[in-house]
């Protein structure tokens, strides 16, 4: 599903030169829940953004389902971020004064066509993370993990085939990122690739694989035995 | 609904959400739109009261006469009425500026008009077609004299209103052949009722009006004028054109300073002129006052939706992530300054004629509301809402999302 080879991205602040990433190269295949995990500064945001097509790497090669948009103009890129992919903030990044609704709706905006009943669709989103009874609510009269859902069901509304998630849990507490972690386990159950940067150990133990990142480079790769596939079936174990 | 439907509903939407920040820009701009629509209207009421004005006095009109001032007041039979011609007339036209049209004019009293077994005795005038315009007349029934008749020397009259009460009791006057002095004529037209002058002598219902050629040629059978008169184009510049027929005229006549001359020029009171003179320098002033708030309102929008831009980085970032492209944020933020614009327009318009209208009803101005302002305040307010929202725009359209998304602020 994700195609990465030899990618650098280079800052350039001034005359101060930053390699942010210094040759990265992995693949996630469909349907796999990986977590790129990183201190501050390692480069998992700024690879998550290339992944995200927000940014442009340097050299090397991203394949997105088998294509590859390093040429491509604006428009195609923004339409395949509306198309193919879904995005899960750590500040979740959403409108103050909309409703959860209107929130969740929002990449319908941006859809080439029509996409009918918008606002069913937004329902049903809601429903599957089951915040169905919150939907006329604005952010504020919700609670962090609430907030996420509402993120979560606007990523999911176009029906992505990858979701890319940053430090989805990092401002919550512990009950209400576990709650996360769990609908993020359903949808790679229902055959969505996940892609989930964090520095946190214990949220990186819930996925299939690891990738550890240190100034720009993968440095270690782990499975992980995550509680659906494996913490209850330790067979799973290391690869 | 196509996209570009959507992200515009999605703009209202979120306008309405943001009611202060949006009121403060609406009322910025009103205010401008305001003045702007109360001065048209103001300005349309003036201009339409001393139009009016002109109309009813002929302001606008000058009238040269045959023989010299001092001899307005001698017997007619002892002026020097042969001083002025038809060559002055076409002189006058060809040389002095502001002026569009003139008519040479030549008249007689005590011409017969006889139809059938009833006859009147009435004064004739023999005058060109654009005489019509330049003595504010109108015909009732029929047509006014042309150009062909004029070439045709035709034997065409227009009758006054009393004429032709008193020769077509039943009416029809128009197509009937009368004799005017013993020749045939056709009645081409019939004037409309214009009453008696104050003094009760210059009664213009009672007069006939035939082409200057056939008066000159056929009826009058004289070369020399009674007058020549012309109508300037402007009001303002009655003084400045009279002054430039005398020393035409002067010229032409072999008249030298201190002379007395064979011709009398005379203009309308000019006091209108400087009515009109000073409400336009006054509308002048309003309109620059307005053209300076417009902008300012503009500067406002422009400032506001900057301040805006900056403080939605986080949400620009999001909706780039979602997939808008970079024209779809474009629109977005143009779409807003459009809305904004068009929302103070509204206001703007409303509460200027408003107020105009009460300053007319008041006494306090003449008003007339059309749709102008109305237009005015909606070009202006689209002008407005590109002009100073492109900027805003463009810079929202230049947000790095990447960079957006990760803002740690709140």
């Keep these: ?239 | 609904m196509s996209r570009s439907h959507r992200i515009a509903r999605d703009v209202l939407v979120s306008l309405s959400a943001q009611r202060s920040r949006v009121l403060l820009m609406v009322l910025g701009l009103a205010v401008g739109v305001a003045v702007l629509s109360a001065v048209i209207v103001i300005g349309q009421g003036t201009r339409e009261r001393i139009l009016g004005l002109v109309e009813k006095h002929g302001l606008d009109m000058v009238m040269v006469r045959a023989g010299g001032e001092v001899q307005v007041f001698a017997p007619q039979s002892d002026r020097g009425l042969a001083s002025l011609l038809e060559a002055d007339a076409r002189a006058i036209e060809a040389e002095v500026p502001s002026i569009d049209l003139v008519s040479a004019v030549q008249n007689l009293r005590g011409i017969n008009v006889v139809y059938d077994d009833r006859s009147v005795v009435t004064r004739a005038f023999g005058v060109e077609p654009g005489w019509l315009a330049i003595r504010h007349r109108d015909v009732a029934e029929g047509e006014f004299l042309s150009e062909s008749d004029m070439a045709a020397m035709a034997r065409v009259v227009v009758i006054g209103v009393k004429i032709a009460r008193a020769l077509f009791p039943e009416g029809g006057a128009v197509g009937r052949t009368v004799r005017v002095n013993n020749d045939p004529y056709t009645v081409k037209g019939v004037f409309i009722e214009l009453g008696t002058d104050s003094a009760g002598i210059d009664d213009w219902d009672d007069r006939i009006v035939v082409p200057l050629t056939t008066s000159a040629r056929r009826l009058f059978n004289r070369p020399y004028l009674e007058q020549i008169v012309f109508r300037v184009t402007d009001v303002r510049r009655v003084p400045e054109a009279a002054g430039r027929v005398r020393d035409l005229l002067a010229v032409r006549h072999g008249i030298g300073p201190g002379q007395p001359a064979d011709f009398f020029v005379r203009e309308p009171e000019d006091v209108e002129g400087a009515a009109l003179e000073a409400s336009s320098t006054l509308s002048a002033l309003l309109l620059a006052i307005s053209l300076v708030a417009l902008v300012a309102g503009g500067l406002m929008i422009m400032n506001l939706m900057l301040a805006s831009v900056a403080q939605r980085s986080r949400e620009i970032g999001l909706r780039r992530a979602m997939g808008a492209r970079t024209s779809d944020i474009t629109r977005q933020f143009l779409l807003e300054s459009l809305f904004v614009a068009l929302a103070g327009g509204a206001v703007g318009v409303v509460a200027g004629t408003g107020i105009a209208a009460a300053l007319g009803a008041a006494g306090m101005a003449s008003s007339r509301i059309t749709w102008v302002p109305f237009g005015v305040a909606l070009a202006a307010c689209v002008a407005i809402g590109l002009i100073f929202g492109i900027h805003p725009a463009r810079k929202a359209a230049r947000v790095d999302p990447a960079a957006a998304v990760r803002g740690r602020a709140a």
């Excluded at chain 1, 996630?28 to 927000?54: A, C």
């Design chain 1, 1 to 239: 599903m994700i195609d990465v080879e030899a990618l650098t991205r280079l800052y350039v602040r001034d005359t101060l030169e930053t390699h942010v990433l210094k040759g990265v190269t992995f693949r996630v295949p469909r349907g796999e829940f990986l977590v790129i995990m990183g201190r501050s500064g390692s480069g998992k945001s700024t690879l998550l953004n290339i992944l995200g097509l927000l940014d442009r790497p340097d050299s090397g090669r991203y394949l997105l389902d088998g294509v590859d948009f390093a040429g491509a103009d604006d428009d195609r890129r923004s339409a395949a971020r509306n198309r193919k992919l879904g995005f899960v903030f750590q500040q979740f990044h959403l409108l103050e004064r909309a409703s959860a609704l209107r929130n969740v709706t929002l990449p319908l905006l941006y859809a080439e066509e029509d996409s009918g009943d918008a606002t069913r669709r937004a329902e049903q989103a809601l429903e599957a993370v089951g915040l169905a009874h919150r939907a006329r609510h604005l952010p504020s009269e919700l609670s962090g993990g609430e907030q996420q859902r509402v993120a979560i069901a606007r990523a999911l509304i176009n029906d992505p085939a990858v979701i890319l998630a940053d430090e989805p849990t990092g401002n919550l507490d512990a009950e209400s990122g576990r709650e996360i972690l769990d609908i993020f386990r359903r949808l790679v159950g229902s055959g969505r690739t996940l892609v989930l940067v964090t520095h946190d150990r214990t949220v990186a133990e819930r996925a299939d694989r690891i990738l550890v990142l240190d100034d720009g480079r993968i440095v270690g790769e782990e499975a992980a035995p995550s509680p659906a596939a494996g913490a209850r079936s330790p067979a799973a174990g290391l690869a």
